[in-house]
């Protein structure tokens, strides 16, 4: 646990504290200015936040602070009645504020409540309960505004998510400030509450235990209680008027101790205000210079180091540029590059920097063409270019692929040792860090340079971090080429196809088929792992059958016929029989009658419990097709294979799913399983 989820656990637990055991007076004195600072760090934010996010927690922290007073009360209440003394805060209060006059002071009191509970908490709480009813009056509007705005084409689905949960967070501020401000009100009765306890049992108890006659009670406890009631009322004034203020603020999704640390305190030069308010209190006050020298001296030193924090921060996060000029700093352009995202990157810590320094030895560029124009001759496609840097916020020895900005696969490389995967006999006289291959999940030991040929002979299969890396972004595209390949890269493919077959072109887009219906059929054949280097073919196909259709799955399914000898040649090695998975009759039925037809295309809507069944039947097959050293490959007939495949991509992913009409005729096909749910 930090520091900062300790201070504020210590907080609560000292509330506990301060309602159970008796406090000295001088330890009353620090709590005291603790919540006259509190009270006005929580103004000073409120009046600085710029969006409601940036102080979301006010609603809890409204509680604890309410709280902590109470408490702070009910410690002075024990020492004003028990011992007729309050400490050096609260005498101050009493006679240098008010002037020793106890009618000044409960009148000034008596203004004070008036202006909290009649004045703020009325509007605060009338302007949260109209708010939050307003919000969600709302809510359905703005939901549709974002739906639109997503279908149109002006906002990523990330941003539509982003806007969602701004204005579900809104909402529920809203409803947590309408509770909250209750809270305020309550304080402001039991501050009258007390201050009437007070006068009453400290005349009661200054007569009969301490012997005074019914003026100096009077007069004593009058003081103490009107002192008492002014240094509560004081800061509970100041976060009334907070709540006003802070009424718009949303909730967040963070915990409270992350929320109170990170926005009371997001505003560094607020703390130099409020430390410099508590030293000149002390300075042109009784109260002791010590005292409030040395919270004044706390805050401005918190405030320093949450300052350099802020800047040390914001220097990470800024990349480093070359000697940018004044010019280009003020030019709209520098804005609109920040915009660009690029879409492959390699990032790694700073122990991997020798993997791309050529002055080390590395070869990580030199790797990364080669990975290009493997891609391109296996996929078809011209992968992006692969942006590659240091990221110091990562682990030394850890490298992130990301695929437009977002986290898709990870790793860990030991540059001084190699990977070792086992034949699947394991030899003990092997012995490294276990690990786990990142390409294909196998298990793995990193071993040392001297057990590498010892390795090799155990018929180990030992290859080097800049290898094992390659081979993983190498499978991290492959699997992503779907996502990669858009319409711009589409229109590039196009363009290319067009200088050699231009009528071909010509006969398929911009009509019967648009850019993005092309797309999307390359799209489809690259999910599921078919190369589309042999575009002549499939725009063949598409001329055939882009008119006659606008369901692209159903068109992918023609050009994936088309490609039938290619298809073959992926998964058939020459002179051996193709070993697959069967549908049976029955499975094939159930499937086909699930089928929906919409003016939209056609869906699988099976039954839950048949599609379980269908699931774990098809996963137990080619469990057991693995086991036999085969790849597991499901065969069934054209009409249901795209809707098999819909069924079993999120939990087979590996498992292709080929129809009769994708084998060519001379390929022996023997199979070994047939699924068969019934």
Same mark, same amino acid.
């Given at each position: 646990m930090g520091a900062r989820e300790f201070s504020v656990l210590f907080g609560v637990i000292l509330i506990v504290v301060m309602l159970i055991i008796p406090l000295p007076t001088f330890v009353l004195d620090i709590l005291i200015i603790t919540n006259i600072a509190l009270a006005l760090v929580i103004i000073l934010v409120s009046m600085n936040t710029r969006e409601p996010l940036e102080f979301s927690i006010f609603p809890t922290l409204l509680l604890l602070v309410t709280l902590f007073r109470l408490g702070l009360n009910v410690s002075t209440t024990r020492s004003i009645l028990g011992d007729a003394e309050a400490g050096n805060v609260i005498n101050t209060f009493g006679n240098f504020v008010v002037g020793g006059s106890p009618l000044v002071g409960f009148v000034v009191f008596l203004i004070l409540i008036i202006i909290q509970f009649v004045v703020i908490v009325k509007g605060a709480e009338r302007v949260s309960e109209v708010g939050a009813r307003f919000t969600l009056d709302a809510m359905p509007g703005k939901q549709m505004s974002i739906d639109a705005d997503l279908n149109a084409g002006m906002i990523s689905e990330h941003q539509a998510k982003d806007r969602r949960e701004k204005i579900e967070n809104e909402a529920d501020f809203y409803g947590s400030m309408d509770g909250a401000s209750k809270f305020v009100k309550g304080d402001a009765i039991a501050g009258i509450v007390i201050v009437i306890i007070n006068l009453i049992f400290g005349l009661v108890i200054g007569m009969v235990e301490h012997g005074m006659g019914l003026s100096d009670a009077a007069n004593t406890y009058t003081l103490l209680t009107v002192g008492d009631g002014l240094v509560s009322q004081i800061p509970a004034l100041l976060v009334s008027t907070a709540t006003g203020i802070v009424v718009t603020r949303a909730a967040s999704e963070g915990n409270l101790s992350q929320d109170v640390t990170s926005q009371l305190f997001a505003f560094p030069k607020m703390l130099y205000i409020a430390a410099a308010a508590i030293f000149l209190l002390?300075?042109? +006050?009784?109260?002791? $210079?010590?005292?409030?020298?040395?919270?004044?001296? *706390? $805050?401005?030193?918190?405030? #320093?180091?949450? *300052?350099?924090?802020?800047?040390?921060?914001?220097?990470?996060?800024?990349?480093?540029e070359d000697e940018p000029e004044e010019d280009d700093m003020k030019s709209p352009e520098n804005v609109v590059n920040l915009l660009t995202i690029d879409p492959?990157?390699?990032?790694?810590? #700073?122990? $991997?920097?020798?993997?791309?320094? +050529?002055?080390?030895?590395?070869? $990580?560029?030199?790797?990364?063409?080669?990975?290009?124009?493997?891609?391109?001759?296996?996929?078809?496609m011209v992968v992006p270019v692969i942006r590659i840097r240091d990221n110091i916020q990562l682990q030394p020895n850890e490298y992130v692929i990301k695929m437009r900005g977002n986290d898709v696969a990870t790793g860990e490389l030991l540059l001084d040792h190699y990977m070792a995967m086992s034949p699947g006999v394991e030899d003990e006289s092997i012995t490294g860090i276990e690990t786990t291959e990142p390409a294909f999940g196998l298990p793995a030991l990193w071993i040392g340079e001297e057990m590498k040929e010892q390795a090799e002979l155990a018929g180990y299969t030992v290859v080097d971090p800049p290898s094992v890396v390659s081979t993983h972004l190498t499978e991290v595209i492959k699997a992503h080429a779907h996502e990669l390949l858009g319409r711009e890269e589409t229109k590039q493919l196009v363009d290319h196809l067009k200088e050699t077959y231009p009528s071909l072109v010509e006969e398929v887009t911009p009509n019967p088929l648009a850019l993005g219906e092309i797309q999307k059929v390359l799209s489809n054949l690259l999910k599921e792992k078919v190369s589309i280097r042999n575009l002549p073919t499939i725009f063949e196909t598409l001329a055939e059958y882009g008119a006659l259709t606008k369901d692209m799955t159903l068109v992918t399914e023609y050009v994936r016929q088309s490609l039938s000898r290619q298809i073959t040649k992926q998964y058939s090695v020459p002179g051996e029989p193709l070993y697959v998975v069967t549908m049976s009759s029955q499975a094939e039925q159930k499937v086909a009658e699930a089928v929906q037809q919409t003016e939209h295309g056609n869906f699988l809507a099976m039954n839950p419990d048949d599609s379980q069944k269908l699931v774990e039947t098809i996963g137990q097959e080619a469990e057991r097709l693995s086991e036999m050293g085969q790849t597991p490959i499901l065969l069934c007939s054209p009409a249901v294979r795209m809707y098999i495949y819909q069924l079993i991509e999120r939990f087979f992913p590996q498992v292709p799913v080929l129809s009769y009409n994708e084998l060519e005729p001379n390929v022996e096909v023997q199979s070994v399983g047939v699924v068969n749910p019934e």
């Open positions: 002390g300075l042109f +006050t009784p109260i002791t $210079l010590l005292l409030t020298s040395a919270i004044a001296i *706390s $805050l401005a030193a918190l405030g #320093y180091f949450m *300052s350099q924090a802020e800047q040390n921060q914001i220097k990470e996060d800024q990349e480093p492959i990157e390699f990032e790694f810590g #700073y122990g $991997l920097i020798p993997l791309a320094d +050529t002055n080390q030895g590395g070869d $990580l560029l030199d790797r990364v063409v080669m990975i290009r124009r493997q891609l391109a001759l296996e996929l078809g």
